[in-house]
Structure formats: structure tokens, C-alpha cells
């Protein structure tokens, strides 16, 4: 009985968890699809003005394009330098491992806005402050980590012997590479490349703060248009919040095909892995 | 908090009189226990043996009231006990993986369910020590499980149920994690505090020596279905089935169709010969059964009488150390295993006496 | 190639050693370097003839910087006490597997991956002045006056919550799971019952991991941003350190006060994390001596 009444508790808070949840988004959605709405359960009228309004008034073919491009350009640095990394770290045993483990960790633990002004301070000083390589340079900072820390537990699970037997049958090492190794990296590839994907599209604070006029990226728009709160009018900020969700659900989406939803929490539950 | 405990304070004298069940345990729609029924009496020993996946943990956990059955009732001494938590049951139980506490050590593991109880410190201090006597791990007292050999941490675990003097000790595959040797020995301590203290016990096992050399009876499952209830003897002797026949040991199922009955004895048709048995209630001529017999009774050579004679061809030869094992292609083209400490050699070709007292007599299944 | 792996030689050969370049030249060029910098120019004030500490004197001399340090202590530590107790409740209950355990960790990534500034946005909404919730409350009249969910402490904290809760909630599940569920019914079948099993049993396994989320939840807590200007009030009750650490950055283009900001921030969170790592010391010691199964 005890145990019945434990449950239910359980389950009514993430039933309220959820629908809070639910909530919150529902608002924003049915705010942009709003012709005016005050005071009321629900809009008197609706419209999907706001979105053609946010679109050209916010110009979000272009923040979109920055973005995507900034996405894009963040998943393949970060997998090309985190790829060989993890390999040696998964593979190689040396004295200063741990150290190394340490050091790749902190980006991932250390809060971004702690790290993120001297790290805006430093770019602004070399002068890409404000553009679109300073927010990438900035970007890649916990998100080469982050390849790293999700690539290295697909290298442990391939046998040590798979790489033997090809190199007793007479592969090079570019051979191994290229062969086996790529092959069955793929999954941890795609795992990887996705969830730096979501990463970097969702991720504020170093944008923010390395973020110039043309260079921002979807989220620190709409950051800079709720902060400047009662400029445009609140519906069309919500289309683009819209626009926004569509965004990271899309590429979400098609992550949770290939990554299991507790694969997204690992940066901070590295450790254990 | 609640009382701790029902029977707290219960001595040695609150032993169990008899337990009785009979318990059916579906998982979805998959019948894991079909009214499996038991009964139990006071200071047996009883085994649960049967291959891998056949109920004997959940048949266990239900005893012990960690699983829930789907139907059926559980008495102990005539109480109906299903709806008592398992925390007062006052059963003991030792798990197959030990489940010491890992941030306890020794002591505070075995202290752990006096010290539920509230005893005094001396008593429990006592007891404790007493315990760790008695599992020979006395100055073992301030190590932590991670720091103890597998065979110590399992004399831990029992100590830890039996301190608390349990009605009935369950064993769920106590001895399974352990490497051979270790294991003959583990066993015989565990039939020595069983008798030393007057348990009443109920053992898991699917290792057939463990059964057969610890028990007062042994109770066979499979699937779920219980198979055979008996002693040792009887279910090593004449195993009820096909199944417990071959679990105990019978390598050799010969098909046969029965023939006419005489002085005891049935004369049973294989491949056009015909052998002679032990005749058994309820089979009758011209039923098709099977006769089981086990490679080491199986001879090599003629008898005196010519009776149950095959000839074969030895196929295969595996040493065992003292004895050899060969299987054999009879004539008609039947496999035959049979043991012997004379030499067989491969290719030859010989006669094997079946001794009609050594077969037993089963239904085809 | 090295065959044998042992652990007395070192395994790096060139190509080994190529391969780790890229990115340790980059996490050094990036984030190590940026760190040491900013120490640097935090010592070196705008005015020349200032004291090399005088930003941190500053700092710790004018009240409305020097308090940023408590407003946001007071935000961050009853956030994570919250999220930490609700996470270890649902997830002790939940340790057994969940009905549609996929659906639900799914649903609670959402608001990970969305990220804490649309969120924020759909809170300013949903709790508003005028917000759905306030509507509900005033028609069913539990409340006559709205309740002010928003622009105010309350709106950072739950935001904080929305945000770090799932995440403490996925790591908590998959720490308790792990948990060796026969010794929870060993305990049982020494006489323990659910609440003594928890105190004596499962807690004393938890805690370990329990502090660790503690502490990574204070530390993301401690550096809120976003929210705290979004549903906070930042000039007022939600000033907190990493807003003023911004301020002095991009408003007043003083980097040298920004980074000695930055740095008793960075301080703060570290000096949190010495703390909780010798309580966590004090209680687990038993624990590390080992796990009873091999
Ligand atoms: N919680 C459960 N849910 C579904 N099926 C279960 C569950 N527990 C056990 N089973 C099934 O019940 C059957 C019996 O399991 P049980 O653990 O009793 O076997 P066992 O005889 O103890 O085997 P072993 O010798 O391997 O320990 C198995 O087929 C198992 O798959
Ligand atoms: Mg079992």
C-alpha cells in the first residue's frame, strides 16, 4: 500500500514535470500564432503574420544560414581533431593519461560564462572577437571535449585483435584506418557529430559572448530580442522562439534515431564512462 | 518506525514444523512455476535442482517473499504466510552473489540484522563473534567485503542470515561463483551447520553432486513443472523420467517396444533383439518405452547367460584420468556411452553386456 | 606499434603523438591559455597607478559588486538543493525500471537540448503576470490577486530547476540502477523494512555519486546567466556575479575588472567544490574500500 502510494507520488510529479513542460512550450507556440492576446485563456484570432514579420524583420534567413554554418563547421573541427585524440586515449597507455583526461574534462565541467569572458578576451584581443570564426573558435572550446569524451567508449568497445589480425594479414596503418577502423566508428561518428550538432545550435553563452552584429547565431537573437523586451512586439518574438524549437527538434529528432536520450546528459555524467 | 521484527527474541526452539505450498508464478503470460507444490518438514534438508531457467530462484523468492506468486497459498505451521513481508518471516537467505553490504565490514555485515532488532551491544558483540567462529573467520572482523576471497565473503553471507537464527535458510545457489575445489569444501561446511544447528534448509542448485550429496530429498524441476520428489537414492536410482534420467547421469535411452512379461522380468524389443528388464507397475506389453542405463554399468564383454548382449564398434574414446569413456555404433546403428578402467581402443569392434537390473524402465516422452 | 600493453612504458610513438596534438594545442591555446590570461589582465587594472589587486579590492569594497556574490548563492544553493532531493526521490522510486522509460527520458532531454533562453521565454508566458497558470489559479479561484512568478528570484530558480533537474534526474537513475538490487533484498530478509533499507542500505551507496551531482549542479547553477537577466530582475534582486562580470566586459569595456570578476566567480565555485569533495571525504570513506562482488 506504502509502495502504491510511493508510485503515484512519483508518477503525478512527472506527470506535473511533463505538463508544466508542456505548457511552457504550448505558450510560446500558440503566442505566435496570435493575432493579439491579453488576459485570455486563449487568442481571440489567429494569424501566421508574425511569422513572415519575424522572418524578414529579424532577418532569419541570414541568422539561420550563420548558424547552420557555424553548426556545421563546429561538428567537423571537432571531429576531426577529436577522432584522433580518442583513438590515442582509448588505445595508448602513458604516464601523463590522467593528466590529459583531467585537462580535456574541464571545458566540460567548468561552467561556460566562468571560462567565457577571459576566453572573449583573448579572441577580441586577436581580433576575431565579434565575428563568425571568433564564435566558432569559441564554440569548439567544450565541444572537442565532448567528441572526445563520446568517441572514446566506441574505440574501447573495438577489439584490440581486430586491429592485429588486420595487421598480421598485411594492412598499413592507413589501411587499418581506413578499413576497419572508419567503418566501425561510424555509429560513435554519428553519435558524436549529432550531439555536437544539438550542442552548438543550443548553446548560449559563448555565442553570446563572442557574438557581433553579423554573427549571431539563432538562440542569441532571440536572446537579444526578449532582453530588449517591448521593441518588437512580443507574438513575433515568439515566432521566431518557434522557428528556434523547430531548429534544435528537427536535428533532435533525427539524434534520438541513432543516441539514447541519456547519451544527451553525458557531459556532465562523464566520469563514469 | 515500525517493530522491527515479528519474531524477534524467537530462539532455536521456533523451529519450523512443516511448510506447505503450492504456487503458480506467471511473468506476463509466461508460466514460470506451474502449482508447484511443496512440503517441507522440520530440520530437512531439501534441494531445488533443475537446469538453468527453471524456477528454482523464483520458486525460492517466493518462499522467502522478495517475488510476489500469481496464485496459490503458502502455510507454515498450518498459518497462511503469504501476506507477511519478507522482513518478518524470519527466514535466513544466502544469494548466489553473496550481496554483502560493500560499505560495511564484516561485523557491521553480520551485526546488521541484530542491531535491527535493538539488541544490546554485548549481545550482539557476542553472537557476532560467535558466528565468526563458527564460519572460522574469526579476526576477519574489521575487513571490508571487497577485501575478502570468494569463499569468505560466501561464509560471511551465511553467517549473516544464520546469527539471526532463521526458521529456514535458504540458499540460492550458494556455491556457484566458487572455483571447484573450494567448492566440495563449502559444501561440506554447510551440511555440518546444518546438522550441527538443526536447520531447516532449502538449497538451489544445478550441479546434481551438490544435490545428491547434501540432501535429505531432492525435488527435480523443469520448465516449472516439478519432475520428481525424492532421496537422493531414488532420484539417482530411479529417476521417474526421461528428463530427471538424464539430469542424473543416464547417457544411454534405448527405444524399445515391450514385449511379454515373466518372473518379474519384460522382455523388451530393440532393433530386432530382445532385452530383458526389470518389469514396473503400469507398463504393459506392446507399449513402446524407454530403457535408460548409465555408461558406467554398461560391461564390456559377454555374460555368463548371453543375455542383453550388443555388439558395436568403438567411434569415439575420451579419457577421463582413471576410467576411459567410449561411445559405441551398435550393430543395428545405435550410440552407445560406456565406461570402463580397461583399455578400449579406438576402431575395435566389441560386446557389451547390459545388465537387466541396471536399466530402468521409462515412458517415452 | 607498441603489442604489449603494460604499464610501465609509454605508449606514445609519433603518430601517437600527431594524433594528440590538434586538439591538446587546442584545448591549451583555448581554454588553458584564455584562463592564465585573464589572471593575468585581472591583476593589471585600467588605471595605471593602481595596486595590481585594486580590482579585487574594488570588487570586494563596493557593495553592489560585493553582493552579486550573495545574491547568487542565495539563487544557486536553494536550486540545488531542490533539484537534488526531487532527483534522488524520483529516481530511488523509479530504481526498478519505469513504464515508458524511453518516452520519459525523452521528454526530459527536451528542455536540456532546447536550451535555458527559450525556455526562459515560455516561463515569462506560462507564469506570467497574465500567464496561463495565473488565469487557471484566478478562474478557479484559489488565488484573487496574480501570483508574481516572474522577473523576480522565483522565475530563476524554477527556470535553474527546469533546466538542471533532468539531468540530475538521468545521472541520479543510472547511478541507483546500478546498485546490486540483492542487496536490497538481503537487507529485507535481515528484518530491514523500505525506510531502514533506504537509511542504512541504499544511502550509504548513494551518497557518493549524490554529492558529485550535487556539486555539478551547484557549479552551472552558480554561473546562471541567462535566466537570471530573462525571468530574473537584473539590476535588482537577481544580480547575480556572471552578470556583473558581463557588465564590466561589454558595458563598461573594462576587461581587467571583467576577468578579476571572472575569476572570484571561477574562486567561488571552486572553493564550493572543495568543500563538497571533503564532506564527501568524511562520509564515504568505507566505500571506497571496495564493492563486495568480484
Ligand atoms: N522479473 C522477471 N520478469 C520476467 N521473467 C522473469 C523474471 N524473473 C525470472 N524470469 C523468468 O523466469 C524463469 C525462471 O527464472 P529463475 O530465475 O527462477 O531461474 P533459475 O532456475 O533460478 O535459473 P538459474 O539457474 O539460471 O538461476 C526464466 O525463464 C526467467 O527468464
Ligand atoms: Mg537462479
Given at each position: 500500500m506504502r509502495g502504491r502510494m510511493w508510485k503515484l507520488a512519483i508518477y503525478l510529479f512527472l506527470l506535473g514535470f511533463i505538463l508544466n513542460l508542456l505548457g511552457i512550450v504550448t505558450h510560446v507556440v500558440v503566442s505566435s500564432f496570435a493575432k493579439r492576446w491579453f488576459?485570455?485563456?486563449?487568442?481571440p484570432a489567429f494569424t501566421t503574420d508574425w511569422f513572415t514579420y519575424a522572418w524578414r524583420e529579424f532577418e532569419l534567413s541570414h541568422v539561420l544560414f550563420i548558424t547552420l554554418f557555424i553548426a556545421l563547421a563546429v561538428v567537423f573541427i571537432a571531429l576531426a581533431i577529436g577522432f584522433p585524440a580518442a583513438y590515442v586515449l582509448a588505445r595508448r597507455n602513458f604516464n601523463a593519461k590522467p593528466v590529459l583526461l583531467l585537462l580535456y574534462f574541464l571545458p566540460l565541467l567548468i561552467p561556460q560564462m566562468t571560462y567565457g569572458i577571459p576566453l572573449a578576451t583573448t579572441l577580441y584581443g586577436f581580433g576575431v572577437g565579434g565575428t563568425v570564426i571568433g564564435v566558432i573558435l569559441a564554440v569548439l572550446v567544450p565541444m572537442v571535449p565532448l567528441a572526445v569524451f563520446i568517441l572514446l567508449p566506441f574505440f574501447e568497445q573495438i577489439s584490440f585483435n581486430l586491429e592485429w589480425s588486420a595487421q598480421m594479414l598485411g594492412a598499413s596503418r592507413l589501411q587499418i584506418f581506413r578499413r576497419i577502423l572508419l567503418p566501425l566508428m561510424l555509429p560513435g561518428i554519428l553519435t558524436a557529430g549529432l550531439l555536437v550538432l544539438v550542442n552548438t545550435i543550443s548553446n548560449f553563452e559563448l555565442a553570446f559572448l563572442l557574438a557581433g552584429g553579423g554573427s549571431q547565431t539563432l538562440v542569441v537573437a532571440l536572446y537579444y530580442n526578449v532582453f530588449a523586451g517591448g521593441v518588437r512586439p512580443v507574438y513575433s518574438i515568439d515566432a521566431m522562439a518557434v522557428i528556434y524549437m523547430c531548429t534544435v527538434m528537427a536535428v533532435l529528432l533525427v539524434a534520438l534515431r541513432f543516441v539514447?536520450?541519456?547519451?544527451?546528459?553525458?557531459r556532465l555524467d562523464g566520469r563514469r564512462n | 518506525m515500525r517493530p522491527s521484527r515479528a519474531y524477534a527474541g524467537r530462539g532455536m526452539a521456533d523451529s519450523i514444523d512443516k511448510l506447505q505450498m503450492s504456487i503458480t508464478k506467471r511473468y506476463g503470460g509466461k508460466v514460470v512455476l506451474d502449482q508447484f507444490p511443496l512440503e517441507i518438514v522440520g530440520r530437512e534438508f531439501v534441494t531445488f535442482l533443475g537446469p538453468s531457467g527453471c524456477g528454482k530462484s523464483t520458486a525460492l523468492g517466493i518462499i522467502a517473499g522478495l517475488v510476489p506468486p500469481s496464485d496459490g497459498e503458502i502455510h507454515l505451521n498450518g498459518r497462511r504466510i503469504d501476506d507477511v513481508p519478507p522482513e518478518k518471516r524470519g527466514f535466513g537467505m544466502v544469494f548466489q552473489n553473496y550481496a554483502?553490504?560493500?560499505?560495511?565490514?564484516v561485523f557491521g555485515n553480520i551485526a546488521f540484522g541484530l542491531s535491527l532488532q535493538k539488541r544490546s551491544s554485548e549481545e550482539i558483540d557476542k553472537r557476532v563473534r560467535d558466528m565468526l567462529g563458527l564460519v572460522r573467520l574469526a579476526g576477519y572482523e574489521d575487513r571490508y567485503p571487497g577485501q575478502l576471497s570468494g569463499g569468505q565473503q560466501q561464509r560471511v553471507a551465511i553467517a549473516r542470515a544464520l546469527v539471526l537464527h532463521p526458521r529456514l535458510m535458504l540458499f540460492d545457489e550458494p556455491l556457484s561463483n566458487l572455483d571447484a575445489k573450494l567448492r566440495v569444501e563449502m559444501r561440506a561446511e554447510i551440511k555440518q551447520l546444518h546438522t550441527r544447528l538443526g536447520l531447516t534448509s532449502i538449497y538451489v542448485t544445478h550441479d546434481q553432486a551438490e544435490a545428491l550429496s547434501l540432501s535429505d530429498r531432492i525435488v527435480v524441476l523443469r520448465e516449472g513443472v516439478l519432475m520428481q520428489v525424492g532421496t537422493p537414492q531414488e532420484i539417482h536410482d530411479r529417476p521417474k523420467n526421461v528428463f530427471v534420467a538424464d539430469f542424473m547421469g543416464f547417457r544411454n535411452f534405448l527405444d524399445v517396444t515391450l514385449g511379454k512379461e515373466a518372473g518379474g522380468m519384460i522382455e523388451a524389443g530393440f532393433k530386432g533383439q530382445i532385452l530383458q528388464a526389470r518389469a514396473r507397475d503400469s507398463f504393459h506389453p506392446g507399449e513402446r518405452a524407454v530403457l535408460a542405463i548409465r555408461p558406467e554399468d554398461v560391461r564390456l564383454g559377454q555374460s555368463g547367460d548371453g543375455v542383453n548382449v550388443l555388439r558395436g564398434k568403438v567411434e569415439l574414446v575420451e579419457y577421463l584420468g582413471r576410467e576411459q569413456e567410449a561411445e559405441i555404433t551398435l550393430d543395428g546403428g545405435a550410440r552407445l556411452w560406456v565406461r570402463s578402467h580397461e583399455k578400449i581402443v579406438l576402431g575395435e569392434t566389441l560386446d557389451l553386456t547390459l545388465p537387466a537390473d541396471k536399466f530402468v524402465l521409462l515412458r517415452r516422452e | 606499434m607498441a603489442r604489449i600493453r603494460s604499464d610501465s612504458r609509454s605508449e606514445l610513438d609519433l603518430v601517437a603523438i600527431l594524433c594528440l596534438t590538434p586538439s591538446l594545442l587546442y584545448v591549451l591555446a583555448m581554454f588553458v591559455y584564455p584562463f592564465l590570461y585573464g589572471i593575468y589582465i585581472s591583476l593589471q587594472p585600467k588605471k595605471r597607478d593602481a595596486g595590481i589587486f585594486s580590482n579585487y579590492v574594488a570588487f570586494f569594497n563596493d557593495a553592489y559588486q560585493c553582493n552579486t556574490i550573495k545574491t547568487t548563492f542565495m539563487l544557486a544553493l536553494p536550486t540545488t538543493i531542490a533539484v537534488v532531493l526531487v532527483a534522488l526521490f524520483l529516481a530511488y522510486g523509479m530504481r526498478r525500471g519505469i513504464w515508458f522509460e524511453r518516452t520519459i527520458t525523452t521528454i526530459l532531454v527536451l528542455p536540456i537540448s532546447l536550451g535555458v533562453v527559450f525556455l526562459s521565454e515560455g516561463i515569462l508566458g506560462f507564469y506570467g503576470h497574465n500567464g496561463w497558470l495565473n488565469q487557471l489559479l484566478l478562474a478557479v479561484g484559489l488565488i484573487q490577486n496574480p501570483l508574481e512568478?516572474?522577473?523576480?528570484s522565483i522565475g530563476v530558480i524554477f527556470s535553474l530547476f527546469m533546466q538542471n533537474f533532468p539531468f540530475c534526474f538521468l545521472m541520479l537513475l543510472g547511478y541507483i540502477s546500478g546498485i546490486d538490487p540483492s542487496l536490497e533484498s538481503s537487507a529485507r530478509m535481515l528484518g530491514a523494512g523500505p525506510w531502514t533499507i533506504f537509511r542504512r542500505v541504499m544511502f550509504p551507496l548513494i551518497a557518493p555519486g549524490l554529492i558529485i551531482a550535487f556539486a555539478l549542479v551547484f557549479v552551472m547553477s552558480f554561473a546562471v546567466f541567462p535566466s537570471a537577466v530573462m525571468v530574473g530582475q537584473p539590476a535588482g534582486s537577481t544580480r547575480t556575479i556572471s552578470i556583473a562580470a558581463y557588465q564590466q566586459a561589454f558595458e563598461q569595456y573594462d576587461m581587467s575588472y571583467a576577468s578579476a570578476i571572472a575569476v572570484i566567480m571561477g574562486l567561488c565555485q571552486l572553493a564550493a567544490l572543495v568543500v563538497i569533495v571533503l564532506v564527501r571525504r568524511r562520509m564515504t570513506i568505507a566505500t571506497t574500500m571496495g564493492v563486495g562482488k568480484r
Open positions: 488576459g485570455k485563456p486563449l487568442p539514447r536520450p541519456t547519451q544527451m546528459v553525458f | 554483502l553490504f560493500p560499505h560495511l565490514t | 512568478l516572474t522577473h523576480n
